[in-house]
């Protein structure tokens, strides 16, 4: 009888730790304090004959996750101050089949791209991007501080995919959060619905390729996109 | 001393931990050999049934070879498996020792047996005779796989943290979903970015570490119109989970066309698609 109670408090003990470490691991998939930011409908849009409905989504990119946006909100409250990210949150949410209009103000520093790929807009409407209100349809390879790139979890629409990159801030290596932005617009068709992740190409973290510390943190340079 | 003397001398010496061993069931070989028959037959049918469920359907002989090589492996393997399992399970059953109810201690292990040189020999020929085949197999499957075939072309393959994309040398053509023509070997040159990522076009049956600084060659014959899937097979970073991405093989005609698309040039798709260089 001993030996089963033993053997039932071992089992229990192991089953406690693994769920201990499971719940660990999820908590580190950071969940912003200002929730999910809703496209805005702006009405309806004809694009190559079709009627979709238009939203509009703005996006920010910050040099310090510490710092505050325009608004005055902080960015990761007890995040890295040395850190980018996407502001103010990274859990976004688009109608599906819809025209998305997404401002994004740029004001962090960057460099070289590691793969020209990522330079060009990739998924946008016409294949363009416009940088200050100029239509271009690509940002040099050694000019870019981030991109927005936006595909769905295995198994929802696997053809969509949109990569977008955003030029260094007009402070090169002395951004500061809010000043010397870079307007990024660009339009594209969403997906069918279901949940979708965006993360950043361009390595601006630290180590390994730069795709570690920032990079490899949740809530900095990845997110959700919900496509409803 | 002789070698019976010694024998004789063992056997005496063994006799009272013998008295109170496992007793020795003289029917015991023969069952273990019924229980492995039995363990046989149902590992052949599992390999011959099993994978038909378990693989993702082929898009390319190198497929086909892959379940083949995995049936043949697990029915060379079903009689050496069945053995050491018919052996366990019978032991389990015969010699169980019921300590809790008789407040008896387990026995102690049996003397060791030596001086069969039949069964001695029987386990290093068959061991050989497996391992053999084994590499023989193998080693015909992996030259089949390397063969360089007339009308190839060239795929480079690029991972990155966590992103694939496929450019097609001499056309300017980058894309992030993998297109194909149909009826050609698919050359692929595989490379990283920055860590080491695994390229794994799962339906194509092959796979191959994609290095840093490093470019590796994997091939493939497309043989299927449709799409598959595209993978990591390295634990690569945090979004390891979500570097996937999906492949199409499509008609040459069709491949021309959307090379076309793509933007390359009319001579260079000649050069590239259709001409196999």
Redesign the interface.
Known sequence: MKKFVWAVVTVLVGAVLIAAIGLGFHDQQYSSPYGTEVAKSVGMITVNGKQYQHVVLNLVTEPSAQGTTSNGQIIHPGGNPSWPAYAVTNEYQIPANAVVTVKWSQYDSGGVVNNPYFAKPRGTIGGIERVNGKPVTGVAADNIAHTFTLRGEPGVDPRFFLSVPGPISKLGDNAENNKGGQLVQFSFISGKPGLYVWNCEFPCGLSVGGFGAVMSSYGYMSGHMHVV | MSYEEKRDEIAEEVKPIVAHTMPFHKKAPAKVVYITIVFTIIGVLLALFLPTHMFPFSMSPEMHDAVLTFVVFTIAAAPVAALVYAIAAYSLIAWRKKGANNNEEPPEDGAPSHGSGLITSLWIGTSVVLVLFLLVWGMAELSAETAQQSNAIQVNV?G????W?FSYPGTGV?T??LILPEGRQIDFNVTS???THGFWPVEMGVQIDAN?NVIDHIAATTNRLGSFDVRCSQIC???H??M???GTVVTNAQFATWLASQGASSSSIQSYALSGK
Not at chain 2, 160 to 163: D, P, T, V
């Open positions: 690029t990155q943290q966590w992103m994309t980058t992030h979903n970015m920055d860590v840093p970073g945090l979004y989970a979500y996937q991405t999906k």
